[in-house]
């Protein structure tokens, strides 16, 4: 059973045009939630995170939305440039409801390719 | 090193054996965790420690995963017994304090099973 959803398993997208990755949870517990960032050979980096009282997140270029009645999350990078080309998790957890550390549950990832 | 150090990088073992996998977590964070990801999927949680002990091994797959920490530092997984299942990158991570999911990863180590 599958908690967290990344239904797109790639996206091309040309420089400088807006990348929408999308995320979808079954786990109402769920109460904060992350976008990390993964290049090859590389372990996952922090993007951006939003917690379940908010329903927006911007940071520079990139902005997290969170709808809860529909329990999806989507990740915005405008504008994007071949240097955001990498594989994007998606990961939740029921921070202040319940484990308080970071104990994530992480979707399969989305490859994202920004052509020049 | 500034960030959290995995090693080794790459290990290839013959099923039955049994293997080590160690963590350096970033100097001053007292949580550190395990992490998986098979092939094609997403990272899975294997277990957390706050200092030297370990409140949630519920990710722990079996009982031929185990995993210990020192000195509130130095971690290290150990699968018994491995499984061609077993093969996945095994990845940790370390925070501040509880922390709130913004876990700094290390490289992790890819371990294929024979």
């Known amino acids: 059973d599958q908690q967290v959803k990344q239904n797109s398993p790639s996206l091309s997208v040309q420089e400088g045009r807006i990348s929408i990755l999308n995320c979808d949870y079954t786990n109402s517990m769920f109460d904060y939630f992350l976008w990390y960032k993964k290049y090859p050979a590389e372990g996952p980096t922090f993007l951006i995170s939003i917690s379940s009282i908010k329903d927006k997140n911007e940071d520079g270029r990139f902005t997290v939305f969170l709808n809860k009645s529909a329990k999806h999350l989507s990740l915005h990078i405008v504008p994007s440039q071949p240097g955001d080309s990498a594989v994007y998790f998606c990961a939740a957890s029921e921070f202040a409801g319940g484990t308080s550390y970071g104990k994530l549950t992480f979707g399969q990832g989305t490859i994202l390719t920004v052509h020049p | 090193g500034a960030g959290v150090s995995q090693s080794p990088s790459n290990k290839v073992t013959e099923k039955g054996k049994d293997v080590e996998l160690r963590c350096d977590p970033i100097s001053g964070h007292t949580a550190l965790y395990w992490y998986r990801q098979s092939l094609g999927q997403g990272l899975e949680f294997l277990i957390y420690f706050q200092g030297n002990s370990a409140p949630d091994k519920s990710g722990l797959p079996s009982d031929r995963f185990s995993a210990e920490r020192t000195g509130g530092s130095v971690s290290t997984l150990t699968i018994q017994r491995t499984q061609q299942e077993d093969s996945a990158v095994y990845l940790c991570?370390?925070?501040?304090?509880?922390?709130?999911?913004?876990?700094?990863f290390g490289e992790g180590s890819r371990l294929t099973v024979l």
């Open positions: 991570a370390s925070s501040q304090s509880r922390g709130t999911g913004e876990l700094f």
